[in-house]
């Protein structure tokens, strides 16, 4: 009997025993120095385009020594996927800081309450007010964005040198450019459309020439997604693609694919995220001489050449988890917005004044962006999540031949009434 | 005093024990018990709960009846992802069963030093990773580089260089079905040869007395015998095509347009970009019901083989 009730015991409190130490584990742990983990999307190695987090991690590091990083490299989709499954769950499993884009994702995260108002904490950071304001949500304040992306025609200079071709400034005079290159030969513009997002860019910009401030109306209800500026962007789109502007497989080709017919020279324009400039830069990537220039106008238009479509290049949040580690948080996010942490950089465009562009091309996009009147920030960033993926369907369906423009538009219109409401009259 | 006197009773001690035992065996349980009710019965009746359900997976769920059901089924995507899944469940038992009773006959019937080596060759593609599997697939189809296009252009042949297997809506289905015929059908192959191999050499000594030999073999005698293998290979290639969604996904990310989009594709969509897990519950409820009803077929093939 004794025997049966000590093998009883033992069942019962060996999963009770380890349970226990994993707590006095726990309690061990932030008994040291304050640790912050966060969440990253890239691997913080020194490659071109990691080694701002790498000397991130790494300076700070070395400047507080009373804090600790836990830094996760996640990926992508992994770090979008996981911290979604983890906000879901609650606050407790959430790292400190997580690495995003801001706009509407955060800001479900925010309206869930799942985010730490830094509002007052950060506003003596000084930084463009673009980044600024893709990282609040509701005039409140949750992280910061060192650096901040706009998107333009990334040009082949040396094709266009050789072929005596200039930057399109209207869509006129892009098209006869696209003409000119079609008779050489040369495919106009690389894409990316099998990942469906690299479409969008062309296509905000082309709503904005046609419509202006079009895609504000929309999402503040006061303008349908069918509208004019919407089907006529579209439809010049999908000309476009049936003249072969894209190539004979835009669907086929993936946003590296688009990369590489932009490195060696097969693609002569790609309207993309001046991300791309430290890698069209890097001379172990490409060995053309690739150039950044603002979006052409319509004439009679709406839209201007001050008009940029933007985002968050690198920017990162504080979750409600980060209430008692407050301070670090705010010392990390401050020297991730210190001239000594985005000097090393060498391609993306910096939000924080005093750090000068490293590369021709990084400079030739920061005159797009500070000659910018007006920065609207990415669609699938600004619009709710529900919405943002049949947006993308959409734009790609403009690449099919035979679909009609206005009748994927007008679909897309009724899952955004049923989500965000009809059209206010 | 009194002196209190310990008598031996058989029948409490038996009871005693029977009690001992029954308890002894409830702690045993209890662990895989917990387990299966935590992550397996519980997360089922939550997602039958959530589907119906408007739910972002951030704050309050809001109860909105059928209303996810109703939308999904006037959803070009959803709509899309249920006949590609049926289509492909339809075309596995069309072209992966034959093809793998055709090999795993030849394998067994005509044993030689090339066969064995041949066994290991069509199972591998089964037991790599999917993200392989569909690597090597990109690198196929793949429209500027992949080998069908290279090859193309060796040849100069145009039709064959300016197809783009993975965007086109006509083609891109078929090129990612390819890939899972050359990846899936390993398993039937094994499955099916270790059904042929456990067969009584009688039937084979006897058919060639009677003259039944090779394909008239395959065709008279092993076929009749193997319906209820085929039968089982014919469920779990629909409930997997139910199910699908790696190679579709890293080999066309379910487009061009809906043109791959699965059950499985639409699910992860809704659920983790779209933020609609109510949404997202509702198609792995019809997954769940539609894998069921397969299931009882296969259990009720079962009975009648019995």
Redesign the interface.
């Known amino acids: 009997?004794k025997k049966?009730t000590l093998?009883?015991l033992a069942?019962?409190l060996v999963?009770l025993m380890a349970f226990a130490q994993g707590q006095s584990d726990t309690a061990a742990k932030e008994s040291g120095p304050v640790t912050l983990t966060i969440w990253g999307r890239d691997i913080p190695d020194t490659a071109a385009d990691h080694i701002y987090v790498h000397d991130l991690i790494e300076g700070f590091q070395k400047a507080n020594p009373d804090i600790k990083l836990e830094y996760i490299p996640l990926g992508d989709?992994g770090l979008?996927?996981k911290t979604?499954?983890t906000?879901?769950a609650g606050v407790d499993q959430l790292p400190e800081i997580v690495q995003s884009w801001g706009g509407s994702v955060m800001g479900?995260?925010a309206?869930?309450?799942?985010l730490l108002d830094l509002t007052s904490e950060l506003a003596s950071i000084p930084g463009s007010k673009a980044a600024s304001d893709a990282m609040s949500w509701k005039g409140k304040t949750y992280g910061v964005a060192p650096f901040f992306a706009v998107a333009g025609i990334f040009l082949n200079e040396d094709i266009f040198a050789r072929n005596g071709l200039k930057a399109p400034t209207t869509i006129v005079e892009m098209e006869a450019v696209c003409d000119t290159l079609l008779a050489k030969g040369i495919q106009p513009f690389a894409c990316g459309?099998?990942?469906?997002w690299p479409a969008l860019a062309m296509y905000m910009y082309l709503v904005n020439r046609y419509g202006g401030n079009a895609f504000d109306r929309a999402q503040a209800r006061t303008l349908s997604f069918a509208d004019d500026a919407f089907v006529n962007a579209a439809k010049t789109y999908q000309m476009w693609v049936k003249k072969g502007y894209f190539g004979?497989?835009?669907?086929?080709?993936a946003y590296g694919?688009a990369q590489q017919?932009m490195a060696i020279g097969k693609a002569a324009m790609m309207v993309t995220g001046s991300w791309m400039c430290s890698q069209f830069s890097n001379k172990e990537f490409t060995d053309q001489k690739i150039g950044f220039y603002a979006f052409p106008v319509v004439t009679g238009g709406v839209g201007k050449v001050t008009d940029v479509m933007g985002m968050t290049d690198i920017g990162f949040f504080a979750t409600k988890n980060a209430e008692a580690k407050k301070d670090a948080v705010v010392r990390f996010f401050k020297y991730a917005m210190s001239v000594e942490a985005c000097a090393s950089e060498p391609g993306r465009i910096c939000a924080v004044p005093g750090v000068p562009a490293k590369a021709e091309l990084t400079g030739m996009a920061s005159k797009v962006f500070a000659a910018s009147q007006s920065v609207q920030f990415w669609w699938d960033q600004d619009l709710?999540?529900?919405?943002?993926?049949?947006l993308n369907?959409t734009i790609?369906?403009f690449?099919?031949p035979n679909?009609d423009v206005a009748s994927s538009l007008k679909?897309f219109e009724e899952l955004v009434i049923?989500e965000m409401g009809p059209v206010k009259k | 005093m009194v002196q209190s006197i310990q008598i031996f009773d058989p029948i409490k001690t038996k009871k005693t024990a029977k009690r001992?035992r029954a308890?002894?065996v409830s702690?045993?349980i209890f662990?895989s018990l917990l387990f299966l009710v935590m992550f397996m019965y519980y997360p089922i009746v939550e997602t039958f709960r959530l589907s119906f359900m408007k739910s972002?997976?951030?704050?309050q769920d809001r109860f909105i009846g059928l209303d996810n059901y109703r939308?999904l089924f006037v959803s070009?995507?959803f709509r899309a992802g249920l006949v590609h899944v049926l289509t492909w469940a339809f075309w596995s038992i069309v072209i992966q069963l034959p093809l793998a009773f055709f090999i795993a006959f030849s394998l067994t019937f005509y044993v030689n030093r090339v066969s064995k080596p041949m066994r290991a060759i069509y199972y591998m593609a089964n037991i790599m990773p999917s993200a392989i599997t569909a690597m090597l697939g990109k690198f196929v189809f793949?429209?500027?580089n992949g080998i069908l296009n290279n090859l193309g252009n060796q040849f100069g042949w145009d039709w064959l260089s300016?197809m783009?297997?993975?965007?086109?809506?006509r083609l891109a289905f078929w090129s990612v079905f390819a890939v899972a015929t050359w990846a899936y059908t390993g398993f039937p192959i094994i499955y099916l040869m270790a059904r042929i191999e456990q067969m009584p050499k009688e039937f084979k000594e006897a058919a060639e007395l009677d003259g039944v030999t090779g394909w008239k073999y395959a065709w008279y005698i092993l076929l009749p015998n193997l319906v209820y293998p085929l039968r089982i290979l014919a469920v779990l290639c629909t409930i997997g095509s139910l199910k699908l969604f790696d190679l579709p996904y890293m080999m066309?990310?379910g487009?061009?347009?809906?043109a791959t989009v699965t059950l499985g594709i639409s699910l992860y969509?809704q659920g983790?970009?779209?933020?609609?897990?109510g949404r997202a519950s509702a198609i792995g409820v019809i997954i769940f019901l539609l894998s069921l009803i397969f299931t009882i077929i296969q259990f009720s093939g079962k009975k009648e083989a019995a």
């Open positions: 009997m049966f093998v009883c069942l019962v999963p989709p979008a996927d979604k499954i906000m879901a479900g995260y309206d869930a309450g799942r459309a099998k990942d469906k004979t497989k835009p669907l086929g080709e694919d017919q709710p999540p529900a919405v943002t993926s049949p369907d790609q369906s690449f099919l679909s679909a049923d | 001992n308890i002894f702690l045993c662990p972002s997976g951030l704050g939308k070009e995507e793949s429209p500027n300016n783009d297997f993975l965007g086109s809506e066309t990310t487009g061009p347009g809906h969509r983790f970009i779209n933020w609609q897990y």
